[in-house]
């Protein structure tokens, strides 16, 4: 069993940056792969980027290319994204999530975060 607590979330203004983390206090996850995922009210999970166990493999939603860096650093076991740039379509329940094999697909993730919710105002 993996154990994540995301956290930074809060209500930020359209333009402004966020660092959102993840961590895992009881067990290292150096063997996972992290993913970070979205759902806004109304509509389904979707994938945000997902970062291999190096950190050395990394991909990212179009919607968020060039505005969102996912690193990790497996001696603090977290991850971390950090958002630029947000937009009000950014809105949503931010998870951080684990699997073994990497994929983009939020139901091939085995061990999900509690979520952190993350509101950009216009």
């Known amino acids: 069993q993996v154990q994540l607590v995301e956290s930074g979330g809060r209500l930020v203004q359209a333009g402004e940056s966020l660092r959102l983390s993840c961590e895992a206090p009881?067990?290292?996850?150096?063997?996972?792969?992290m993913g970070w995922f979205r759902q806004a009210p109304g509509k389904e999970r979707e994938f945000v980027a997902v970062?291999?166990?190096?950190?050395?493999?990394?991909r990212y939603a179009d919607s968020v290319m060039g505005r969102f860096t996912v690193s990790r650093d497996n001696v603090k076991n977290a991850v971390y994204l950090q958002m630029s740039s947000l937009k009000p379509e950014d809105t949503a329940v931010y998870y951080c999530?684990?699997?073994?094999?990497?994929?983009?697909?939020?139901?091939?993730?085995?061990?999900w975060g509690q979520g952190t919710q993350v509101t950009v105002s216009s």
């Open positions: 009881r067990r290292t996850f150096s063997r996972y792969v």
């Open positions: 999530a684990a699997t073994i094999d990497y994929s983009t697909d939020p139901a091939r993730y085995d061990y």
């Open positions: 970062c291999s166990y190096s950190g050395s493999f990394i």
